[in-house]
C-alpha cells in the first residue's frame, strides 16, 4: 500500500538520520490500531537501510508478553554474535543469546539491562543502528523494564529506536518512561492521525469517484486498515488479524462480545446480559476485559462502543444463523419489556420475526413511517421485511405497503426496483383510492423519468391526472407531468398545469409546493424564450427556498435541483452554486441519494462556467458515476457530455471524445437532449467533418428549432470552432454571426461566447482588428457573468490579434491576463499557448522566470518518465499535489505534455 499523509513523519525521519548521535534519538510512532503504525516503520526501515545503516527490528504479541526480553532477543538474535563484547557481557547475556555461551544462572537484572545496552552501542557503531519495535502495548516485562533503563541512560553512539505502540492499551511503566524522556528531549513522537478525506482519494487511486471515497472514509473513520477490510476479500489478512483478536478470547468472554455487537453501538450492559443470558456481574467482568484489550471503550458520553464498527461487524459474524435470530429474538423482548420505541426494536423485529406475525409487522411497519423522513434507506429495509412477513389475507395493508416500500426505494436511488413495485402497486389499487393511485403515479413518474423512460412515464401519470388540484397528491403528480415535458424541451406543454397547481399552494398555504411550481415555471419559461417571466418565477422560488428550514426543503428535495437549473441557465452562477452545495448537504443528511447524480452534474457545469475546471471535471465523472450506480442512464449521459464539453473546452480533445463515445453508448432515450448532446460532442471531437451536416439535424437544422432560444448561442459558437478544426474559415464565421443574432442581452455568458467565437474566426481570416474588437466585448461580458476562465480565452486571441496588429505592448498585457486566469482555472494547455505567444514577443509569462524548487523536483522526475503516482511516492506527496505542480511547471515553461517538457529540459531550458 502506498504511503500517503505521512510527509512530515518521513520528513522529520530524515532529519533525525542527518543529526545521528545526538537528541532526540527515539521515535515514539503513536496510534489507534490500523492507523498505519506498521506501514510507515517500513517506510522509515527502507529510508535507514538506503543511508546504509544496520536496521534491525521485532514485534511484541500478546502470546509471548510472558516471555521476558522476547521482542528484544527475536530482534537482536542474528547480530549478537558479531558484536564487539566483553567477556562478562557475553556471560551475562547467555540467558537471552544460548549461542553466546553456556547459561549463567542468577544474573542480576541491573547486570542484564547493563549489557544490552552495550550490546546495542556496538551494533551502533560502525554505521549506525536503526533498531524498531513494534506493537509495544503487548511488550514483555523484561523489554519494558530494558526500555526505561535505556531511556534513563541513552546509548552512546549512532543509535535511533522506535518504539510503536496502541496509546490505549500501553503499560504503565512504559508510557511513563516515554513521557519523562520526552519531557527530557529524548523523544520524537510522531502521532498518526486518520487520513483525510483527500488523502482517501489518492489511496484509492483516480478509477474511484468521490463520493465512493468519501462513502468509504466515513464507513472507516479514515483509518486505512479498515479501508482494507471494506475494498479486500474477507479472507485478506486484514480480516484474518481482526479475527484472530477475537477468536482467542474465553468462551464467556467472547459470548458477551457477540451479544454486545447484537445489542447495538452504543450498547447498554443489562440488555448485553439479556441477550447472552448471563447475569449483570458476568457480563460486566466480560466487558471489563474486553476494554482492556480495547476491543471495546467508552465514548465521551460513558456509553460503551465497540473500537470500530467494523470490530462490531466481526463480532457479529462470530456467531451461527441460528445464534443470531435467538439473540435477536431476546433484544426485542427485552425492548418490549423497557417499552422502547418501535424505531429501536425494529432492527431486531426484522431479524427475528417470523411469516405472518402481524405484531411484528405492525412495529416494522410504524418503524419505518417514522424513519422515512431522514434514514429512507432503513426504512425501506423494514418495509421489505414486512411485505415478506404479511400474510396473503391483508390485499390493502400490502397495497399501502408497497407504495410506501416504492417511494423509500426511489428516494434511496434504487430506481429499478422502485418502478417494479410501483408498477405492481399500481395494477392492485382499486380503481376508487384515487389518492394512494396519484401518489404511486407520481413516484412511478419520476423514477421511469431518471431512468428515461420518458414516454412510460408519461403514459402512467397522464392515467391518473385528475381534472382540477384539490390535493397534495393530484399537485405533485401535475408538476411530474410538468417536468416530464420540461426535460425533453417539449416547449410550453402542460404550462397550464403549472398556473393550476400555482393556484392550489396558494389556496393551501404551502411554501415549498409553490417554489416547487415557480422553479419549473422558470424552467418552461426560459425554454420558450421568455426570460421575464423566467426571471420573476425564479426570485420568487429562491426567496422561498433560501427563507424554508431543512426539512422542509428535504421532503422536495427536487426544488434544490430545478431551482440550480434554472440558476445556471440565467447566469445565476453563485446562487447556483450555493442552491447545489445545500441541495447536496440536505440529500446526503435525509438520505434522498436518487438526486445525488443531477446535484453532481449539476455543480459540475457551474464550476465549469466560475472557472474551477478541474472539480468541474470531477464532478461530472461522478455524477455519470452515480447515475450508473443509480441506473440512472439519461443523467450519466448528461454528465459524460459535460466531461466532455471540459475537456474540449480546455483543449483535450482525446479526453473530450473518450468521454463523447461513452455518452453516445450510455442506455437511454435517443429523442432527449441528452442525447443529442452526445451526439454533438462527439461530432465537434473526431474531427470528421461530414458528421456537422449530421449534427445540424439533430438540432433542428441551421435555425437550431431543436434548441431552446436562449441555448442556441453556445451550440452556435461550438459549430463555428468545430468548422475552424476542419479549416472551414467562411462557415466558421456563418456560424459565430448567427450566435451573435441569437444572444439575449441578460444572458452575458452567451453573448460572451457569440463574441468569442466571432474573435476566433476573424482572426483565423486574417482580420486582426475585427477580432480584437470581438475578443474585447467578449471578456466584457465574461466579466459580467463572472465566468473567469472564459475571461482568460478571451485574453489569449485579444493578444494574438493585437500581436497580429503590430501592437506587441497591449498584445504582452492581453497575453500576461490570460496566462494568469487560464493557469488558475486548471487549463494548462491554452495557458501553455499563452506562454509560447508571450515567448514569441520576447516575454516571459508572470512567475515563469524560474521554477520553485519542488517544481524543478517534479519536473526533473516527470521528464524522465516517471509517473504522477511514482513522484508521489518518491516525494511523499499526493498525486493530486503532483498534478498541481504540474498545471503551474507547463504554464510556466509554455509546454502541455510530457513529451514537451522532456524536450524542453534536455534542451537546457
Known sequence: MTLIGRADEVARFEAAIARLGTKPWVIEVVGEPGVGKSHLLDELRTRAVDRGMLVLGAASTELNQHIPFSVLTAALAEHVGTADLGTAQRSTLTSLFPQLGPQRPDVARYRILRAMRALLESLAKSSGLFLLLDDLHWVDRGTAELLAHLLRHPPDGPLILALAHRPAQLSAQVSAAINQAERDGEVDRFVLDVLSVDE??????????????EELHRGCGGNPFYLRLLTEPSSSTAAASLIDELTGLPAAIRLVARSAAVAGDPFEPGLVSAIAGLDIRSTLEALDNLLARDLIRADDERRLRFRHPLVRQVAYLDADEDWGTLAHSRAAAELAKRDASVTARAHHTALAARAGDLDAISTLVRAASQALAKTPAIAAQWLQVALELLPADQPQLRQRLMTMTGRALAVTGRLAESRDV???ALAELPDDDTETRMTAAALCGMVERLIGDYDSARAVLIAEMPVGTHTISSARLKLEVVLNSVVRSDFGKDLDLVYEVLGFARRSRDRVL???????????SYLTGNLVTATESYAAAKAVFDGVPDGEIAEWIELAVWLSHIERLLD??????????????????????????QLAVQRAIVLRWLGRLEEASRYAQEGATLAQQHGNWSIRRHALVMASRISLVVGDTSAAAVAARQAVGAVGDDTIQPSVGAHQMLALTTSQPDQIAGLLDLLGGPELTKIEEPSRPLHYAELAWAELTFGHVDRAREWAWRATQATHPDLPTRLGLARLATAYTEFAAGAFGNARASASAAVEAFEQGNAQFDAGRAHLVWGRAAAGLGNSTEAISELEKATELLSKAGAPILAAQATRELRLLGRRAAGSETLTARERQIAELAASGSSNRQIAERLVISERTVGTHLTRIYAKLGVSSRAALAAQRTRGE
Open 200 to 213: 482517501f482519494a489518492e489511496l484509492l487511486g483516480p478509477s474511484v469517484p468521490r463520493e465512493r471515497c
Open 422 to 424: 410501483l408498477r405492481t
Open 514 to 524: 409553490d417554489a416547487a411550481a415557480h422553479a419549473l415555471l422558470s424552467w418552461a
Open 572 to 597: 445565476r452562477f453563485d446562487d447556483a452554486l450555493r442552491h447545489t452545495d445545500r441541495g447536496i448537504t440536505l440529500a446526503k443528511a435525509y438520505g434522498r441519494t436518487h438526486v445525488l447524480p
